[in-house]
C-alpha cells in the first residue's frame, strides 16, 4: 500500500463478526510484541569548575531558566541553631614541620559545614595560628567534601581517632569537649562508639575474668588486657565512653566493679530525639 508493505494482525470487533457471519472463521489476532525502550538519562557533567557548590552546578543542569537555590533542611535548622560539635585534631603527614601544629574543627549540626582553626603554639619557630579552613557558606553551599567517599563531610564521621583529610592535610582527632561527648552520647544511632549499652555487649567476655582483674585499671592497660583477653580493640571513643561512665571519682581509671555491673546489666539506651526529617510536634 503506497508502496510500503503492511502486516495485519488485529481487527475490530464489527469486523470480526462480518467474517464470521459470511465466511464462517472469525479471525484470530496475532500477537505482536511491542518494542521495549530504555531512556538512558545522561550524567551530568564533573563538578571541576571551584564556583559554588555541587547542587548548586547540579541545579543549573537540571533547570536552565528559572534555578531554584539548594534545598536546606528547616527542622534540622530550627532544632540546632548554630550548634557546633568541636574537636582538636594533630596532622598525620609525618612531616617533622607540621609535627607540633593543632588544630580545632567546628562541626556544625544545622547544615554538615566545618570549620577548622589552627592553635597558636608559642615558641615553636613557626607563624601559625589563625583559621585554616573557612567555614562553608551557610545552607550547605560548597561544603568541604570527604575525599574517601566523594561526598561532603557528615557530623557522624567525626569522633575521638577518626583519621580524616580536610584541605589536603591529613589529621587525626585525639580530643572532644565535653558538649560535643554529651551529644554523642544522645544520639546512638549515628554515633554507635558513644553508646554504653551497645559497648558492654562487646565486653561481655570479661565476665570470666571477674575476679582476676584489678580493681583499678588505667584506660591503656584496659585497652591491651581486653584485646589480649577478648580479642575486642576498643576505639579511643569508645575508651572514652567506658571512662566516662566507669572512672573512680576525681581519677582516669577505670573502676572494673562498676564496668562488670553494666555487663551484667546494660543500661537502657537514650531517649530518641527528633530527627531532621521528622515531623514538627505542634
Not at 534555578?67 to 536546606?72: Q, T, Y
Not at 544520639?187 to 571477674?210: C, M, R, W
Not at 537502657?268 to 505542634?282: E, H, R
Amino acid at each position: 500500500m503506497y508502496g510500503r508493505q503492511l502486516f495485519v494482525y488485529d481487527c475490530d470487533d464489527a469486523t470480526k463478526e462480518f467474517y464470521e457471519k459470511y465466511m464462517g472463521k472469525r479471525p484470530e489476532p496475532v500477537s505482536v510484541p511491542e518494542p521495549v525502550y530504555q531512556h538512558i538519562q545522561l550524567t551530568p557533567p564533573p563538578h571541576t569548575s571551584g564556583l559554588g557548590s555541587e547542587e548548586d552546578s547540579l541545579g543549573s543542569c537540571l533547570q536552565v531558566t528559572t534555578r531554584k537555590p539548594p534545598h536546606r533542611d528547616l527542622v534540622r535548622l530550627m532544632m540546632h541553631g548554630n550548634k557546633a560539635l568541636r574537636y582538636e585534631a594533630v596532622p598525620e603527614n609525618h612531616v617533622p614541620e607540621d609535627a607540633h601544629r593543632k588544630f580545632v574543627i567546628e562541626v556544625f549540626l544545622a547544615d554538615g559545614t566545618i570549620l577548622v582553626g589552627e592553635q597558636h603554639i608559642r615558641n615553636s619557630g613557626c607563624w601559625d595560628g589563625g583559621k585554616f579552613k573557612e567555614r562553608d557558606l551557610p545552607g550547605g553551599e560548597r561544603r568541604q567534601t570527604n575525599p574517601a567517599t566523594g561526598k561532603p563531610f557528615e557530623p557522624e564521621e567525626f569522633f575521638v581517632g577518626a583519621m580524616l583529610k580536610i584541605s589536603h592535610m591529613p589529621m587525626r582527632i585525639i580530643r572532644a569537649d565535653e558538649y560535643s561527648l554529651k551529644y554523642m552520647e544522645t544520639d546512638p544511632v549515628n554515633y554507635p562508639q558513644s553508646a554504653l549499652h551497645l559497648i558492654v555487649q562487646k565486653l561481655t567476655g570479661l565476665l570470666q575474668f571477674e575476679g582476676e582483674l584489678p580493681a583499678m585499671m588505667s584506660p591503656e592497660d584496659f585497652r591491651d588486657t581486653t584485646a589480649d583477653a577478648t580479642g575486642v580493640k576498643l576505639t579511643d571513643q569508645e575508651l572514652i565512653t567506658v571512662l566516662r561512665s566507669c572512672c573512680e571519682a576525681e581519677t582516669a581509671d577505670i573502676h572494673m566493679a562498676k564496668l562488670f555491673e553494666f555487663i551484667k546489666d546494660p543500661p537502657p539506651p537514650p531517649k530518641p530525639t527528633i530527627k531532621p526529617g521528622d515531623p514538627v510536634p505542634q
